[in-house]
């Protein structure tokens, strides 16, 4: 099939490319290259493989690509509550408007697979496991553009929504900003980590993990189309502190609780990711796992510019 990556070289999609051609599939990767540009080039001598660099609010432009299309895995936006509050504008035209558009005209027979994100759910405010059937309650601008991007797809024929758990481990286009990311990255070169909030929840998933769930979703659409799923690592539920200690057990690591400081990142949840693995999916990679391979990536990587500020 003939598959659009937009966002093509970002974290997700330059790992998310190698699964598809994998599978035999024709990958066109859309990118404005605003960060790494070398995530792509392993996949330059594939006949499989081409790479248009572009902005997707180039409508004209987007709109030559996904006419071709019989997949469109919209991956391009500004992730993360830094990066959107430094660019209002942007967050909402990337994040909510070229989503809208999609929606607007793709074809029945076209296929989206849509990426959302756990930060829909904001805060459990009663401490329970949140499912797709709770209510989304975004606390950042990030939050709320991604979710009114789902929105747009929810009526649409031939969809797929992914919440997605924090992501980790190394990639092509590599996230020191995410926070398993950031906290062993700090591990290695500080050997201090000062924690803010450290009882607020979060969900993780392996990168590796979520495209193969992106796989799982293309070869099994008859079974999960036109639904939303929550994809993350169940046994990866856990606050801060926990997270902290678990990369101890790898590194000598100081462990610091900043008792009278706010994290102005709020997000508090527990996730269920259940749903999709009833289709038939399963995890492969844990938590240890992640943070040895972090630690050899990051013996090879030096640069600091791996992050979305």
């Known amino acids: ?68 299309a019989d997949i469109i895995i919209p991956l391009a936006a500004l992730v993360g509550f830094p990066l959107c509050d430094k660019d209002v504008r942007g967050a909402h035209e990337i994040n909510h408007e070229v989503n809208a558009w999609i929606a607007k005209n793709k074809s029945v027979e076209q296929l989206v697979i849509y990426p959302c994100t756990n930060s829909g759910y904001g805060t459990s405010a009663d401490g329970s496991v949140v499912t797709e059937e709770s209510p989304l309650n975004p606390v950042s601008l990030y939050g709320r553009t991604k979710v009114a991007g789902e929105r747009e797809y929810k009526n649409v024929e031939n969809h797929v929504t992914f919440r997605l758990a924090t992501v980790f481990g190394p990639g092509s286009r ?52 036109n639904d939303t799923y929550n994809m993350g690592n169940d046994s990866l539920n856990m606050n801060k502190l926990q997270l902290a200690q678990k990369i101890q057990e790898h590194l000598p690591l100081e462990i610091i609780k900043a008792e ?44 600091p510019w791996y992050a979305n500020y």
């Open 1 to 68: 099939m003939n598959i659009l990556i937009t966002g093509g070289a970002g974290y997700i999609g330059s790992e998310l490319i190698q699964y598809l051609l994998d599978d035999g599939h024709k990958v066109v990767a859309y990118d404005n290259l605003m960060y790494d540009p070398t995530s792509l080039l392993r996949y330059t001598n594939n006949p499989n493989f081409s790479f248009v660099k572009g902005d997707v609010r180039d409508l004209g432009l987007l709109k030559k690509y996904t006419a071709k």
């Open 260 to 303: 009278f400081t706010t994290d102005p990142d709020t997000r508090d949840y527990t996730v269920s990711s259940q749903k999709f693995y009833d289709t038939g999916f399963e995890c492969r990679y844990n938590l240890d796992d992640g943070i040895r391979q972090l630690i050899t990536a990051y013996s090879i990587i030096e640069s």
């Open 174 to 225: 590599m996230r020191t900003d995410l926070l398993v990311n950031n906290f062993v990255l700090k591990a290695l070169r500080e050997r201090v980590l000062v924690l803010y909030e450290c009882e607020f929840m979060r969900n993780y998933g392996h990168l590796q993990d979520v495209c193969r769930a992106f796989r799982w979703v293309i070869n099994n659409w008859d079974v999960v189309k």
